[in-house]
């Protein structure tokens, strides 16, 4: 690997699919050992018109990973990185042993390798007892990590997560955080996209928010909480006739006027206010004397939602387990494999 | 990391050898993977040997008292044109399997490995030559039981078996080029229907051309599957072969050299999306 250089970088990359531009001019760069998470709202990409007022010159697109150019030196690339997609990309009709040891295979790996391999890997990623199980009695969970641990059978020291949590539970969800910090400490450079704002916040060193194709802003989660500043205060009112007063109340406390956002069907107002406990006491005495009564009251720090909400105008894209994605792409008579 | 193949310590591994090697290599890897599927979903290959059984049936007791076919008993004349449709239609199942892949992310998965990228088409049909060969096996038995009673000698035998894997081959080429231009599963089946229908039952398979319209005779007399079919009668029947046996084989070889950079290009576009 060549050294003093990011693990993985682009510059000015465009991709469109026919007349939707999906990137923009996108420009990255993920240093050796870290993690990227990549926030994107996938309902404002752009149609493409004409030229691009943000067109990047022929000459300054392009992009390398571990030093090596994904295009030029694209045979090399493949036995440094590791891909994980959204759909877990391995065979329902093998067992999960099976699968690995195909990837070890296709790897090169001579025979003996790769099924020492597939062991360790089922080992770690806790598959022994499925390990001679057809993958399409797996659970979702399951799946998901048999796909991260067949991306892992040659230690790529570059690994791709795309939406890597996406359609699993809590508990699965959790664990696979778990595996994925751990191969972090190990000194794995990670590249993870997602929509899920708290996978960001808790696996990625910087978070860079892509949208129409461009990254608006990047830095670390506290670096873009700060940028959106101050806390915000939330209340919860009784009855929903009172809301009114209450905003009306929350108003001048607002840090700029008249940013009180207001739900009706959740009887819920808040406002981004600067001044802490202090603000919360006047808040209630002010509430109080407007006679408002309330179900819940509090401070809390920006979440990285408020972020994407300040910069986007929009909330973060939420994928739902059943989207038409993830089982739009099986067919025929093989549907019920795709967890 | 706790492992013992890495990336960045171990760069003696892989071997180094040709691309072709691995080409071949990562083909058998994945044709071993299509095959071991094959017992795990027996469905698929019982209901593809089922047919073939049904027209054995069909055309050996209800059509066959109705045609003539000179001095051969029908049961003889008409094997040959058995085997060579249950392969030809054999092939679907190329296209079927790839056509799964495809919509599956598995080739996603392919496409970031360092292999082949022929392999997942070499895979695919040279496990499916391995399945015609045994769905061959049983429509023989199948015929030795409905009366077939083949008078080939060892080379024969050797040429009839030979010629029917080849053309087994190069069909499955062609159904893989035609579902990476269609893509979906349920295209795919009447895609190659489309063309396999008419490319059977204008042949030699169940009767003779002679009593053909003149330009169906025409098209029936040269077309391959006519010359494949002449010439796998004529090995098993030991009767002479003609130049059907050439051109048979020149038919194959042909479709080989077309349909395999074909299809592999047709792959290359399609995973590169």
New interface residues.
Partial sequence: ?AHGRPAILAEGLEKSYGETRALGGLDLQVEEGTVLGLLGAERRRQHHRGSHPHHAPQTRRRAEVTGLDVVKQA??L??????T?Q????????TGR?NLE??G??????KS?AR??AD?LLE?FDLVGAATR?VKTYSGGMRRRL?LA??LV????VLFLDEPTTGLDPRSRLAMWDVIGE?VS???TLLLTTQYLDEADRLANRIAVVDAGRVIASGTADDLKARVGGERLELIVTERSNLDAAARVLAPYARREGNVRVDADRRHASATVEGGAKLLAAVVRDLDAAGVQLDDLGLRRPTLDDVFLALTGHAAEQPDAESPASTG??????DK??A | ????????TNKA???RRSRVY?AL??GL??AK?NL??IP??PELLVFSTIQPVMFVLLFRYVFGGAIDVGATSYVDFLMAGIFVQTVAFGSMTTG?GL??DL????????R????ARS?VLTGRTIADLARNAFVIVVMLVVGLLVGFRPEAGPLGWAAAIGLLLLFSFAFSWIAAAIVLMVR???AVQQAEFIWLFPLTFASSAFVQTDGMPGPLRAFADHQPLTQIIDAVRGFLLDQPVGSAGWQALAWCVGILLVFVPLSVSLYRRVAAR
């Fill in positions: 690997m045979g090399e493949r036995s440094r990185i590791g891909l997609g759909y877990a990309a391995v065979d329902g009709y093998l099976e195909m990837v295979r296709l790897y090169h790996l001579p390798y020492r391999r360790e770690r057809l796909d067949a991306s040659f230690s790529p020291p191969l190990g000194g794995t792409r099986t067919g025929g008579r093989r494999e795709v | 990391m706790n492992t013992s193949i890495d990336a960045r591994l892989p071997p691995w290599a990562d890897v994945l993977r071991v599927q795990r979903v079927v056509a799964e919509q599956r992310g598995l080739v996603d998965r392919f970031s490995l360092p292999m392999a979906s599963v349920e």
